[in-house]
C-alpha cells in the first residue's frame, strides 16, 4: 500500500528523530551561533537558567524537547511550546557590543535553518541519501521548526532548492568573534563540566563537533581537519548507523519520545516547561 505524503512526513521525521543524532548536537550549536549577534546574544546572555554551559541537563531538555514538539507534536502543543518559548526569549535581548533580540525573525530563521540541516544530516548519516519523496517530506515538515520560534510561514524558502540559496547565502555571513569562539570552543572542549566527566568525554565530543561541521564553520572556529580525521569520522558514522539499524524503535527514538512524554505531562499538570 502506498504511503501518504503525511504518513511520509511522520515516518522519516521519526527516522531522524534517533537518539543517536546527539552525536551532532553540539555542532548544531556552533552552527546556530556562527552568526555574530546569535553568539554574542547567547555567550552574553545574563538568563543563566537557559546558558548551556551553565545548566547543560536543563538546556539539552528543552532543546530536545522543542525538537520532538515543533516536529512530531500538535498543533496545539507547539502552540502551547510557541508561548513558553516567547516568554523565555522576552529577557534575551542586548544593544551592546553586538545588537540582539532573541525575537528577530531573520535570525530565528537562521536558528531553523540550521536546526533543519541537522534533520537532513543526521538521515543521511544514519539512513543514506534520501529519497526525493522523504527530501519532501523533510523539507515540508521542517518549516515547524521555524514557524515554532516566530517564523512566519512565508518567509521559511519554498522549496528545497530555495533554502540552499538562503543556507549558501547563510554561510556567507557566518562570523566569530574572540568572544563566540572562544565560547563555542569551550562547548566542544565540555571545558564547563567537571573535571572527571571533561577528561572522560571531551575528545570524543570535540571530534564529532568538528566531524559534523561544514567545512566553512570548521574554518571560522580554527580547528583543523585532515583526510585522515575525515576517514576516522566515517568509519565511526558507519558504526552509529549500523548500531542504530539494529536498535528497536522505542530505544531508537530515546530520548525525544522520552522528553515528548514530559511535555506532555508538564502541559497537564501545569509544571514549567521551558
Known amino acids: 500500500m502506498t504511503e501518504t505524503a503525511e504518513e511520509t512526513s511522520t515516518n522519516v521525521l521519526q527516522d531522524s528523530m534517533s537518539g543517536l543524532a546527539l552525536a551532532a548536537a553540539a555542532a548544531n550549536v556552533v552552527m546556530q551561533l556562527a552568526r555574530l549577534p546569535v553568539g554574542h546574544g547567547v555567550a552574553n546572555s545574563k538568563v543563566d537558567s537557559g546558558r548551556l554551559d551553565k545548566h547543560p541537563v536543563k538546556r539539552t531538555r528543552t532543546t530536545l524537547t522543542y525538537l520532538a514538539v515543533a516536529l512530531l507534536g500538535t498543533d496545539d502543543e507547539r502552540k502551547k511550546l510557541r508561548q513558553e518559548v516567547n516568554r523565555a526569549h522576552r529577557q534575551v535581548h542586548a544593544k551592546e557590543p553586538v545588537a540582539y533580540n532573541a525575537f528577530d525573525p531573520e535570525l530565528q530563521l537562521w536558528v531553523a535553518a540550521c536546526l533543519y540541516q541537522g534533520v537532513e544530516i543526521i538521515h543521511r548519516t544514519l539512513y543514506g541519501e534520501p529519497s526525493a519523496e522523504e527530501i519532501e517530506a523533510m523539507y515540508r515538515a521542517g518549516a515547524r521548526l521555524g514557524t515554532t520560534l516566530q517564523v512566519k510561514e512565508e518567509m521559511w524558502p519554498e522549496d528545497r532548492a530555495a533554502f540552499e540559496e538562503y543556507w549558501q ?27 572527571p566527566v571533561r577528561q572522560l568525554l571531551a575528545p570524543t565530543n570535540r571530534f564529532l563537533t568538528i566531524g559534523f561541521l561544514p567545512q566553512r564553520f570548521r574554518d571560522e572556529l580554527g580547528y583543523p581537519w585532515t583526510p585522515r580525521d575525515q576517514r576516522r569520522f566515517d568509519r565511526l558514522t558507519r558504526v552509529l548507523a549500523r548500531t542504530n539499524g539494529v536498535l528497536p524503535r522505542p530505544a531508537r527514538e530515546f530520548p525525544f519520545n522520552l522528553y515528548l512524554r514530559d511535555f506532555r505531562r508538564r502541559v497537564k499538570s501545569g509544571r514549567p516547561i521551558v
Open 169 to 195: 547565502d547563510g554561510l556567507s555571513k557566518i562570523e566569530m568573534d574572540d568572544l563566540t569562539r572562544g565560547y563555542l570552543r569551550d562547548l566542544t572542549e565540555l571545558r564547563f563540566a567537571h573535571t
